[in-house]
């Protein structure tokens, strides 16, 4: 008992800070990867402190910490990123699960980007969708790049995706971290002569199969729509 407890003793010196997290948070120990994050890094206490923070905030599947300012930033995932340099901070991320760890989730690829995407037979409105793909771990589909609206065009018909200009109208912001769609992008994902804000009531966003590209469309129609995992294994 005496040599146990001394063992642990021992430990605790070697090791330096206890960190009971680490089957939950998984160190990334290459280089070459970046935190997904819309946020900016705040003081804390300790590691376990920004990890314990990142477990109460929504959507938080990831952080870095800097061991010699105690500085702590919650983000979404980790991402290769192959300009990013050997870092002083240390990346950790909640173990990845795999695509069809959730139930009707199969993961659709363009070239080297893979989404991990559902899609419903029901229809709802957006802000019922979105409701429903957070109950899924997921948020509305992310067409952000060219190729992602390739994988769009994998999946049948017309439906919802993660994209809406409500709070300011003309400005489009991604669901998933509040990014905001740039102007030469928006012309590419868009169908020709859209977003036109028909009516003045055209704030949310479909893929539409017919056009290849975006459409906006009201926020109270009735629509099929597409979830999102992110932070997955392939
Ligand atoms: C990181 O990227 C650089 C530039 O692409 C490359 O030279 C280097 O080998 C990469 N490092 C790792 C660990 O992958
Ligand atoms: C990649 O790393 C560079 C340098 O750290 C950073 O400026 C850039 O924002 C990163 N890109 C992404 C997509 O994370
Ligand atoms: C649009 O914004 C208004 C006011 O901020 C809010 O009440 C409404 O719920 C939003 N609708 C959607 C679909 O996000
Ligand atoms: C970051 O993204 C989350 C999820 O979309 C959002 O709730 C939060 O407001 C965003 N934070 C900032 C600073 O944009
Ligand atoms: C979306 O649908 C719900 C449930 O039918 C309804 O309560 C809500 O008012 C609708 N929202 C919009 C913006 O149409």
């Given at each position: 008992?005496?040599?146990?407890?001394?063992?642990?003793?021992?430990?605790?010196?070697?090791?330096?800070?206890?960190?009971?997290?680490?089957?939950?948070?998984?160190?990334?120990?290459?280089?070459?990867?970046?935190?997904?994050?819309?946020?900016?890094?705040?003081?804390?206490?300790?590691?376990?402190?920004?990890?314990?923070?990142?477990?109460?905030?929504?959507?938080?599947?990831?952080?870095?910490?800097?061991?010699?300012?105690?500085?702590?930033?919650?983000?979404?995932?980790?991402?290769?990123?192959?300009?990013?340099?050997?870092?002083?901070?240390?990346?950790?991320?909640?173990?990845?699960?795999?695509?069809?760890?959730?139930?009707?989730?199969?993961?659709?690829?363009?070239?080297?980007?893979?989404?991990?995407?559902?899609?419903?037979?029901?229809?709802?409105?957006?802000?019922?969708?979105?409701?429903?793909?957070?109950?899924?771990?997921?948020?509305?589909?992310?067409?952000?790049?060219?190729?992602?609206?390739?994988?769009?065009?994998?999946?049948?018909?017309?439906?919802?995706?993660?994209?809406n200009d409500n709070?300011t109208e003309k400005?489009?912001?991604?669901?998933?971290?509040?990014?905001?769609?740039?102007?030469?992008?928006?012309?590419?994902?868009?169908?020709?002569?859209q977003p036109d804000d028909l009516y003045s009531d055209e704030d949310c966003?479909?893929?539409?199969?017919?056009?290849?590209?975006?459409?906006d469309i009201s926020c109270s129609?009735?629509?099929?729509?597409?979830?999102?995992?992110?932070?997955?294994?392939?």
């Amino acid at each position: 008992m005496i040599s146990f407890a001394l063992s642990v003793f021992v430990g605790f010196i070697v090791f330096g800070e206890e960190f009971p997290f680490s089957d939950i948070f998984h160190k990334i120990s290459k280089s070459n990867y970046t935190l997904w994050t819309n946020r900016t890094a705040i003081k804390v206490r300790s590691r376990m402190d920004c990890a314990s923070r990142c477990l109460i905030t929504n959507r938080c599947r990831a952080f870095t910490f800097e061991e010699t300012t105690s500085m702590c930033t919650l983000g979404f995932c980790s991402q290769s990123n192959s300009s990013a340099r050997s870092q002083s901070v240390d990346l950790y991320q909640i173990q990845r699960k795999k695509c069809n760890t959730y139930p009707g989730f199969s993961s659709k690829s363009y070239g080297s980007t893979i989404a991990c995407v559902w899609q419903s037979t029901e229809r709802l409105n957006f802000t019922m969708a979105r409701s429903d793909c957070a109950a899924k771990g997921a948020s509305l589909f992310t067409v952000n790049t060219f190729e992602k609206l390739q994988i769009a065009g994998l999946l049948p018909g017309s439906y919802l995706i993660g994209l809406n200009d409500n709070e300011t109208e003309k400005t489009f912001v991604f669901e998933v971290d509040n990014s905001i769609l740039d102007e030469s992008l928006k012309q590419q994902l868009f169908a020709s002569g859209q977003p036109d804000d028909l009516y003045s009531d055209e704030d949310c966003v479909v893929y539409v199969d017919y056009f290849r590209g975006l459409n906006d469309i009201s926020c109270s129609r009735n629509e099929i729509y597409v979830c999102e995992q992110f932070c997955f294994i392939p």
